[in-house]
């Protein structure tokens, strides 16, 4: 576990699903990061990190490390409009943890800045 050493059986899952890659995050109620993964730190290079499977791979590897280090209940916390959004979440359940409430926290622009124009491929 490293760090933190002492047991917790509550924490927080932050997903951030942005185009390119899924970032998974379990930190523990005071903030500190307790464990993490990627579609990269899953094995996977280049375009592939931005797919479903790459999610899926990241969810199930930091799951497992989560259960046993005695994690029970989690938060789930959704960031990002990426495909691996709620594959995460599924297979996360899969591993042992009890989602308590998933809170999607993707920040939208209230007539903000003027977005980007439109992509040309």
């Given at each position: 576990?490293?760090?933190?050493?002492?047991?917790?059986?509550?924490?927080?899952?932050?997903?951030?699903?942005?185009?390119?890659?899924?970032?998974?995050?379990?930190?523990?109620?005071?903030?500190?990061?307790?464990?993490?993964?990627?579609?990269?730190?899953?094995?996977?290079?280049?375009?592939?990190?931005?797919?479903?499977?790459?999610?899926?791979?990241?969810?199930?590897?930091?799951?497992?490390?989560?259960?046993?280090?005695?994690?029970?209940?989690?938060?789930?916390?959704?960031?990002?409009?990426?495909?691996?959004?709620y594959g995460v979440?599924?297979?996360?359940?899969?591993?042992?943890?009890?989602?308590?409430?998933?809170?999607?926290?993707?920040?939208?622009?209230?007539?903000?800045?003027?977005?980007?124009?439109?992509?040309?491929?």
């Amino acid at each position: 576990m490293g760090k933190y050493s002492k047991k917790e059986s509550e924490a927080s899952v932050y997903i951030n699903c942005s185009f390119n890659n899924t970032i998974i995050t379990i930190t523990n109620k005071q903030g500190n990061t307790l464990f993490w993964s990627s579609g990269g730190t899953a094995g996977l290079k280049g375009s592939r990190r931005s797919t479903a499977h790459a999610a899926k791979k990241a969810a199930k590897k930091i799951g497992n490390s989560a259960r046993k280090a005695g994690l029970v209940r989690v938060d789930l916390f959704l960031k990002g409009i990426g495909k691996g959004r709620y594959g995460v979440a599924k297979v996360l359940r899969q591993t042992g943890l009890k989602i308590q409430k998933i809170t999607d926290i993707t920040p939208i622009p209230f007539n903000g800045c003027r977005p980007p124009k439109k992509r040309r491929i």
